[in-house]
Each structure stands twice: as structure tokens, then as C-alpha cells.
Nanobody, 120 residues
Framework: QVQLVESGGGLVQPGGSLRLSCAAS????????MAWYRQAPGKQRELVAL???????NYADSVKGRFTISRDNAKNTVYLQMNSLKPEDTAVYYC??????????????WGQGTQVTVSS
């Protein structure tokens, strides 16, 4: 089994910054893609940013130039640096990881979510 634990959410004023972290643990052989999704009230969950094992990244248009995704493969951890935050960034942010386990099976895992609120 694999667990993803997120941290770093909170309340921030517009224009401020937050850094989210997500650490994976368990019977991990290798983590392929890692990603951050978010879900605002009344809306569908959407992809915010994705990073491959090799470090290639992809971002939603709404966050390009403001958010940066990175990872530390040695620590099985993914980060999301969020700058110039806007009220419309308010959502629950979820970590996602595509994990190949020690049993050789591969599947997606999700974190429990962390609330980000951007408000004055």
C-alpha cells in the first residue's frame, strides 16, 4: 500500500505565496508522473500541474507563470510553489502519483487534500 500526505495549505491574501508538499510512502518501487489537482466548490476536479519522473512539466493555462511544480525523487516528494495567488485559486488541492509498487503493479494514488484559501 502507498500513502500520500500533503501539507502547506492555508489562508493567504491575494498576491501572496504558498508552497504545498506531498510525500509518498509505502511499498514503492518507482513513482512515474506526479501531479497536483484542485477542486473548488461546485466545480469539477481539474489538473493544475504535472511532472514526469524525468522532470518534464505541464501546467493548466490558468496557473502558467505563477505556479511551479518540482519533485525530489530520492524523497518521493512533489512540491507546488504558488505565487501571485488569486481568489480564484481557492480550492482543495490534491496530490496524485502514478506508482509502480514493489509487487510490480502500477496504479494512481491520491492524497487527502489540503485547503488553499485566497482572501483578503
Amino acid at each position: 500500500q502507498v500513502q500520500l500526505v500533503e501539507s502547506g495549505g492555508g489562508l493567504v491574501q491575494p498576491g501572496g505565496s504558498l508552497r504545498l508538499s506531498c510525500a509518498a510512502s509505502g511499498r514503492i518501487y518507482r513513482i512515474n508522473d506526479m501531479a497536483w489537482y484542485r477542486q473548488a466548490p461546485g466545480k469539477q476536479r481539474e489538473l493544475v500541474a504535472l511532472i514526469t519522473y524525468g522532470g518534464s512539466t505541464n501546467y493548466a493555462d490558468s496557473v502558467k507563470g505563477r505556479f511551479t511544480i518540482s519533485r525530489d525523487n530520492a524523497k518521493n516528494t512533489v512540491y507546488l510553489q504558488m505565487n501571485s495567488l488569486k481568489p480564484e485559486d481557492t480550492a482543495v488541492y490534491y496530490c496524485n502519483a502514478n506508482v509502480r509498487s514493489l509487487s510490480a503493479s502500477t496504479r494512481d494514488y491520491w492524497g487527502q487534500g489540503t485547503q488553499v484559501t485566497v482572501s483578503s
